[in-house]
């Protein structure tokens, strides 16, 4: 399959629905996201491995999680587990040149490799950090979006804290299944809502699956 055809089978089943989300999967060429050896496998509408057992996620699942979280032009967005980079190529070209990504990653190799992907894909700003996940990024915090792409045994508090009031944030929650959550903070409340059973790899920190 091709890039064009994922994106019009994508629109089709209506996981793709934005005018800005599906300018950003037709501009983000995934093929620079995943190992050189399963280049030929990028629009292939499944996840694929890219080594210290992680993944790169279904662009079904990037699709999903990236209409729940709703972002904007301008905003500040944090991504806990980056991966090789596409998540937060997608949001940063929503985001545009005055938005940031700043995105943590606890695999230094997988940290480094994303970093490279981004440079070379000519996004600079995303700010990508070696670390943690889950206990976010204060020094950078509020942020108005927060979007975990690796399953946590619950919703990590450091995280609440850095979320703006108003703001959302897309996490999934549980063990071998997980329930994807879309989080809205208002006050010193959290709604929440159910997007759907999904799976993901762990989130491994302090506050999330321990290593």
Known sequence: MDK???INEL??????????VIQAFRKVKRENFVPLDLKRYAYVNEP????????????LTVADMTEALE????????????????????????????GKIVTIEQVKELADFASKNLK????????????????????ESPYERIIVTAASPDVPEPLKKQLKDGGIMIIPVGYDVQELV?????????E????????????????????
């Open 192 to 211: 929440e809502h159910f997007l759907g059973w999904y799976r993901f790899v762990p989130l491994k920190g302090k506050h999330g699956f321990k290593i």
């Open 48 to 59: 694929l491995p890219i080594g210290y057992g992680q993944t790169i996620s279904q662009p």
């Open 120 to 139: 070379y894909a000519g996004y600079a700003n995303v700010k990508v950090i070696y670390g943690d996940g889950s206990l976010g990024y204060a020094k």
């Open 71 to 98: 972002p904007k032009r301008g905003q500040k967005i944090l991504e806990i587990g980056t991966g090789s980079g596409y998540q937060a190529a997608i949001l940063a070209e929503i985001v545009g040149k005055k």
């Open 4 to 6: 064009d055809s994922l």
């Open 182 to 190: 879309k989080i809205i903070k208002k006050g010193d409340t959290f």
């Open 11 to 20: 629109i089709k089943t209506k996981h793709l629905k934005t005018r800005e």
